[in-house]
Every structure is written in C-alpha cells, then in structure tokens.
C-alpha cells in the first residue's frame, strides 16, 4: 500500500522560508516523480513544481522560480518543498503527489495529507 | 500553457441521479492526457480517471471518462452520498506545468 506522509503544520513569519518534506511507503520511490500541489483557502489546486529522484532533476512552474526549492532523498524515500520569502498569498495546504508516468507525462496517483502553511505576521 | 475550463461551477443533484461534469481545454489535449480527481472536505485529491478514460485502482464503475481533443466529460452514472465532492480535472500533456481546472463542486 503507498503512502505518502508529510510533516506537520507550520505557522511562518512573512519573508521567512518554510520546508515541508513528503516520506514516501510501500512503493519503489525512485522509479516516480513526486510533484508538489498547493491549494489556498476555498480554493482550486495549483501545481508548483516537481522531481524526478532518479535523476535528481527538478522543474518549477514559472511563478515560483526563484523562491521554490524540491530536493528528494532516496536513502530516506523522500521529498523536500523549500518555499522562500513567504508572504500572505502563500497561507495554504501543501500537498505532495506521486507521478506516474505514462509515455514521459505524470499525472498524480497517490498524495499526502496535506500539510497546511500559515502566514501570518 | 493550457488553461482548462470545468463547468458547470457547481451542480446541485440527489442520489440516484447522472451526473456529467465537462472540462474544456483552451488546445487540445494530445494522446487525451487528462486526469479527473476527486476531492471532498479537509482530504486529499483522489485519482478518478487518467487518459481520459481509464480508471484509476478501486474507482467505482460508475464513474467515467470521454472526449478528446479539446472537451472532455466526467460522468457518474448513479450518485451515491459518498459522490458528492469537488471534482478537478488535470492535463499533462504539455508538461510542466500541469495545469487544472477550477473544479466543479457536486452538491445535494
């Protein structure tokens, strides 16, 4: 059965940085891509950015080049979101999803729990 | 980047009844690249669909895909209460960024 657990909630000060990381179970983690999807209070989903272990290569949508950071860790199965310079706009369930790949495309098969980041002054 | 359009907003229906929720790509989706989702209160997005038709593991057979190109449909042939939830649908064929919709909410 997969799995993907993520840390706890965080409550940051504006243009501080928050880490949530994403420990993956029951699955071969190196063999998917781990994507990273948030979602604002009420709310659609918003995909940021994602990784592929194996290669250690990532991508970021365009709004949040320079503030987003994904990392994986195949000896502890799991994936790291690094978001800088946080403000207001960035209060928001964080949630990790794996990819699974079909001809070079992901769509999300399994996610996390979600992991709510609050900021606030 | 494709912008996907979910309609209706919401959809206000009762158990027993179909329900079909569309989602319409701004350029069309190659090799129908399109996933449905499923979310309900305070939980994680759940796979419904992917490649437009297909179902995901453990998805219900009254659940289903269609279309391609530009206009696809979710279909629930027989609402059950556990059915009703905000519904999303993705692309990833021109990706990244992978891009959803704005949801369609499904309401008693």
């Known amino acids: 059965q997969v799995q993907l657990v993520q840390s706890g909630a965080e409550v940051k000060k504006p243009g501080s940085s928050v880490r949530v990381s994403c420990t993956a179970s029951?699955?071969?983690?190196?063999?998917?891509?781990i994507s990273w999807v948030r979602q604002a209070p009420g709310q659609g989903l918003e995909w940021m950015g994602g990784i592929i272990p194996i290669f250690g290569t990532s991508s970021y949508t365009h709004k949040f080049q320079g503030r987003l950071t994904i990392t994986a860790d195949e000896s502890t199965t799991s994936a790291y979101m690094e978001l800088t310079s946080l403000r207001s706009e960035d209060t928001a369930v964080y949630f990790c999803a794996r990819g699974r790949q079909i001809q070079g495309k992901y769509f999300f098969d399994y996610w996390g729990q979600g992991t709510l980041v609050t900021v606030s002054s | 980047e494709i912008v996907l359009t979910q309609s209706p907003g919401t959809l206000s229906l009762s158990p027993g009844e179909r329900a079909t929720l569309s989602c319409r790509a701004s350029q069309s989706v190659n090799s129908n690249f399109l996933a449905w989702y499923q979310q309900k209160p305070g939980q994680a997005p759940r796979l419904l669909i992917y490649g437009a038709s297909t179902r995901a593991t453990g998805i219900p057979d009254r659940f289903s895909g269609s279309g391609s190109g530009t206009d696809f449909t979710l279909t629930i042939s027989r609402l059950e209460p556990e059915d009703f939830a905000v519904y999303y649908c993705?692309?990833?064929?021109?990706?990244?960024?992978?891009?959803f919709g704005q949801g369609t909410k499904l309401e008693i």
């Open positions: 993705q692309q990833y064929a021109t990706s990244p960024p992978y891009t």
């Open positions: 029951g699955g071969t983690f190196s063999a998917y891509a």
